[in-house]
């Protein structure tokens, strides 16, 4: 079956440091990969995606790369704000199916302290 | 503004006592979806649906139902809610065709639900 394997929060950061998220996945066939963010007392939303292996996806100064050779999607960003404090979902979809369903990970929360 | 709009919020409720959580998008998109989220779990689909009239179940269907009369609503009825059941709630919607459709979904605020 497919899953995906976040890192577990919280991460804890100081404003301005650098941010990396580890996500992992397996899938039969050939998934799109999303990261959706969910910031408190909201529902989720989509932050970038990546439909192809190489492809990167960027939004809001955050990155991640499609590696199908390590099925991974690591989240990055430069410079984290106060701002982004949130919980940030890794997720896959097999695109050719009729369910369009999202196959999410744990969540991994983010704090930072200015 | 486009949006998904889900009630309630927040309900308190005890075992047995049947209950309906309104979903609307008002985006005309075709597919809707209900998915619950649970500590250490993420989100898991429970139902979707496809169009009016068109319905399946997810991955965690039991004890729940759910009826797609109109293209913007999707009500999640629980007939006979458990302590189980007991989670934060959404709703989300996408474009259903093979052109339009981008992966993304358009998610509610939640429901958060607790039964006694």
């Known amino acids: 079956g497919n899953s995906v394997t976040q890192m577990e929060g919280p991460v804890t950061l100081s404003e301005e440091a650098f941010l990396t998220i580890n996500c992992t996945y397996t899938?039969?066939?050939?998934?799109?990969l999303f990261w959706y963010v969910q910031y408190p007392g909201e529902g989720l939303q989509l932050l970038l995606k990546?439909?192809?292996?190489?492809d990167k996806g960027s939004n809001k100064g955050f990155e991640a790369t499609y590696r199908k050779e390590t099925t991974s999607f690591h989240l990055e960003k430069g410079s984290v704000q106060v701002s982004d404090s949130a919980v940030y979902f890794c997720a896959l979809s097999l695109m050719d199916t009729g369910r369009r369903a999202l196959t999410f990970g744990s969540g991994t929360r983010l704090q930072v302290q200015p | 503004e486009a949006q998904v709009t889900q009630n309630p919020r927040y309900l308190i409720t005890v075992t047995g006592k049947k209950l309906t959580v309104t979903c609307s998008q008002n985006?005309?998109?075709?597919?809707m979806s209900w998915y619950r989220q649970d500590p250490g779990l993420g989100l898991r689909q429970i139902y979707y649906?496809?169009?009016?009239?068109?319905?399946d179940k997810g991955d965690v269907p039991e004890g729940y139902k759910v009826s797609r009369k109109e293209k913007r609503n999707f009500p999640l009825i629980l007939e006979s809610p458990s302590p189980n059941q007991t989670s934060l709630y959404f709703c989300?919607?996408?474009?259903?065709?093979?052109?339009?459709?981008?992966?993304?979904?358009?998610f509610g605020e939640g429901s958060r639900l607790t039964v006694l």
């Open positions: 989300a919607s996408s474009l259903h065709s093979g052109r339009g459709y981008t992966g993304e979904l358009f």
């Open positions: 985006m005309n998109h075709e597919y």
């Open positions: 649906s496809m169009n009016v009239e068109v319905t």
């Open positions: 899938a039969t066939g050939y998934p799109s």
């Open positions: 990546a439909t192809k292996a190489d």
